[in-house]
């Protein structure tokens, strides 16, 4: 299976990357604000699967003020229901911190 690339903007509203099994294989952000920003990362088939600041996250990325963030998994991140994403100041918050996401899925 080879990856395809999803490049998007994100914030704290929910975005449904993938319905139905997802694999993760990379990911890049660019943290475009002056705050520290955590990429949040949910197994949910849709939006209304996902509360930010609600909902607890899979998989956490934080990301430095204005920083720039590579990660590649040789073992894909999986998920089973689909990949529902978001970008807060605080690990468990709402507020939204803007970053550009590329995505690396099959």
Do not use: R
Request: hydrophobic residues 50%; glycine residues 8%; charged residues 10%.
């Amino acid at each position: 299976v080879s990856p395809a690339c999803t490049n998007m903007s994100v914030a704290a509203t929910d975005i449904l990357v993938q319905a139905g099994e997802t694999l993760l294989y990379s990911v890049s952000l660019h943290n475009t604000t002056a705050a520290d920003a955590f990429f949040l990362l949910y197994n949910a088939a849709a939006v209304a699967d996902v509360t930010v600041g609600t909902t607890a996250a899979d998989y956490i990325i934080p990301n430095g003020a204005n920083a720039i963030v590579n990660m590649s998994f040789s073992k894909p991140l999986h998920f089973a229901k689909g990949l529902v994403i978001a970008s807060t100041t605080a690990t468990g918050g709402s507020s939204g911190a803007a970053q550009d996401a590329s995505l690396g899925i099959a």
